[in-house]
């Protein structure tokens, strides 16, 4: 019985696996290969570096004969070099992997702006010209005016007398 027990069925789901899972958060690693990158394409860094291998050469060319640790040509020099510029091109590739990942949704945003700027703009230039046309056809102040004018002076010349007809009774 307990032997069927341990054996899998396949009428019903496995269990949560047990196993060693690595702790790596890709978003951390992420962010510290872009403050690493950022650090050595900084002015500082560049200036550290020039300064630490000329520490380096001038130590092991003109120091004390029995305290230099790296002779001519210096090549423990150039493995720490080797070393620094193999772990530092991949973490630059990375921090360019995002970077254009970044960009990307940034393309996509400012495209769906200017996709809604372009519908607003379409809105508001048919709605003006809606009101263009509404307004050519409302009365304006100076039509208006000039009706009246019209109509009272057709009331003048109704009420004058007319050829020659007096006005008198008496």
Known sequence: MARERRRSRLDQPRGPRRGVRSPYDPEAFGKLSERISRAIGSWRFIFGMTVFVASWMLWNS????DLRFDE??????TLMLSLQASYAAPLILLSQNRQT???????????ARIDRIIADDDF???EVSSLRLAVNEVATRDFVR???RDLLDDLDERAKPRNGASDSTG
């Not at 001519?72 to 020099?77: A, H, M, V």
């Not at 990942?101 to 495209?111: G, H, K, N, S, T």
């Open 124 to 126: 508001i230039t048919r």
């Open 101 to 111: 990942d970044r960009d990307r949704v940034q393309y996509w945003e400012d495209r």
């Open 62 to 65: 003109l120091g004390p004969q």
């Open 72 to 77: 001519w040509p210096f090549i423990g020099l």
């Open 146 to 148: 000039d009706q009246l």
